[in-house]
C-alpha cells in the first residue's frame, strides 16, 4: 500500500486546511482509510478514520465539529477538512490504513467515536502549523 499526503501547512488559529491521502495498491475493495498526528515530543494520536464500503467515519473527541474526513472511492483518495484549527492541531498528519478491532491497548492503539483503531501502511506525513 502506497499512501501521499498533500495540503499541509501554515495557518492561523481559526483558519482551515484541507489535507488529501491518494492511495495505491490497496488489496482490497472494502477498506478503512484514515488519519493519525503526532506532535514533537507527543506519542501518535489517531484523528479519523473513515471506511470505504459504507462512508461511516469515525473521530477523536477533540476534533468533533471541527475536522471532517471524506472519501473519493473512484480516485482512492482521502481528505480531511479540518476547520477552526487550533494551536494543539499542530503535529505532522499522518495518512494510513486503518483497522476497526474489537479491542486493543498500548502503543499503536487508537479510540475513535468509541471504537477500537489500529493504524498501518502510512504515508510520509504532512507538517501542520497552527500559529496564534
Known amino acids: 500500500v502506497q499512501l501521499v499526503e498533500s495540503g499541509g501547512g501554515l495557518v492561523q488559529a481559526g483558519g482551515s486546511l484541507r489535507l488529501s491521502c491518494a492511495a495505491s495498491g490497496l488489496p482490497f475493495d472494502d477498506y478503512a482509510l484514515g488519519w493519525f498526528r503526532q506532535a514533537p515530543g507527543k506519542e501518535h494520536e489517531g484523528v479519523s478514520l473513515?471506511?470505504?464500503?459504507?462512508?461511516?467515519?469515525y473521530y477523536r473527541d477533540s476534533v468533533k465539529g471541527r475536522f471532517t474526513i471524506s472519501s473519493d472511492n473512484a480516485k482512492n483518495t482521502v481528505y480531511l477538512q479540518m476547520n477552526n484549527l487550533k494551536l494543539e492541531d499542530t503535529a505532522v498528519y499522518y495518512c494510513a490504513q486503518g483497522f476497526i478491532v474489537s479491542y486493543c491497548s498500548g502503543y499503536g492503539c487508537n479510540k475513535l467515536d468509541g471504537r477500537y483503531v489500529r493504524f498501518q501502511s502510512w504515508g510520509q506525513g504532512t507538517q501542520v502549523t497552527v500559529s496564534s
Open positions: 473513515v471506511t470505504s464500503s459504507d462512508g461511516t467515519s
